[in-house]
């Protein structure tokens, strides 16, 4: 394959590699990507790229600590479509609680079902309004260098992210 510049990669071939790491959003326009505080608290969010497994982890902390609920990780296969476009299917969701059997209760897993079965959902709970793209779940990558990163997603949806750490790999 072609070399990658990872320093500056504006609409040119970018590898998985230079994606991973954690990620913090600056900005979106998706109305669900985002937390008002409630209940639990405030809401510490990021995500966490791992090029080498292919998976992307949407992680929320909540600071409240009379919340059962300490936060949530929802885990998302990633597949390369070309050099910029990543097809993504949701896998899991997995609940965090503060429970007094924290062996037990304290991590709960649950599997999601196929991205069609998603995607049809969406549509039904949102009467028809949800403005999804006929390709599925995904993105194309926009901007990538060092700290920045920038995509827009399948349905037209736009993510600006900013890198809190190297990816191991």
Not at 117 to 127: D, E, F, I, Q
Not at 133 to 138: D, I, V
Request: positive net charge; aromatic residues 8%.
């Amino acid at each position: 394959g072609r070399g990658v510049e990872t320093e500056r990669c504006l609409l040119r071939p970018c590898s998985a590699r230079a994606l991973a790491g954690t990620w913090k959003l600056e900005w979106t326009n998706a109305a669900d990507a985002t937390f008002r505080k409630g209940r639990r608290g405030s809401a510490r969010t990021s995500q966490e790229i791992d090029a080498a497994a292919g998976t992307f982890t949407n992680v929320v902390d909540f600071d409240s600590e009379d919340s059962k609920v300490r936060g949530f990780r929802v885990v998302v296969a990633g597949a390369a479509l070309s050099d910029t476009e990543v097809q993504l299917a949701f896998k899991r969701v997995v609940l965090l609680r503060r429970s007094r059997l924290p062996r037990l209760f304290g991590r709960v897993v649950i599997p999601l079902p196929s991205p069609r079965l998603l995607r049809a959902l969406g549509r039904v709970l949102s009467r028809g309004k949800a403005d999804q793209s006929s390709r599925g779940a995904g993105f194309e990558l926009l901007f990538l260098d060092a700290d920045t990163r920038m995509h827009r997603t399948f349905d037209g949806l736009y993510f600006v992210q900013r890198r809190l750490s190297a990816g191991a790999h």
